[in-house]
Nanobody
Framework: QVQLAESGGGLVQAGGSLRLSCAAS????????MGWFRQAPGKEREFVTA????????YADSVKGRFTISRDNAKNTVVYLQMNSLKPEDTAVYYC???????????????????????WGQGTQVTVSS
């Protein structure tokens, strides 16, 4: 069974850090693009960051310079999201996602769309207090 399992969320003060993890299982995700999205209360889901199978990385402007995505394909794919200098506006449920299509080339617009991804985790809550 295909599964993306997020962990690492929690409550942190503004300026603090958290590291989210996403463990992929059920099939080989090594050639998949892996992404992180988030959804705050009352708002639409938004793109945070993504890393392709070849190592290309994309960030939302709102997190650039503060968040870092990485992946470990050694055994089963694990994707990390290191979040530094957290702000109250980063408060949201964070979702891990995977794209099985993994095109050889695609524009940034392809990776920031939620519809691109066909597997999703259940989400992990991140709350940043002011």
């Amino acid at each position: 069974q295909v599964q993306l399992a997020e962990s690492g969320g929690g409550l942190v003060q503004a300026g603090g850090s958290l590291r989210l993890s996403c463990a992929a299982s059920g099939r080989t995700f090594k050639t998949y693009t892996m992404g992180w999205f988030r959804q705050a209360p009352g708002k639409e889901r938004e793109f945070v960051t993504a890393v392709t199978w070849s190592g290309d990385i994309y960030y939302a402007d709102s997190v650039k310079g503060r968040f870092t995505i990485s992946r470990d394909n050694a055994k089963n794919t694990v994707v990390y999201l290191q979040m530094n200098s957290l702000k109250p506006e980063d408060t949201a449920v964070y979702y891990c996602a995977a794209d099985s299509s993994s095109p050889t080339y695609a524009a940034r617009s392809y990776y920031v769309r939620g519809a691109t991804y066909d597997y999703w985790g259940q989400g992990t809550q991140v709350t940043v207090s002011s």
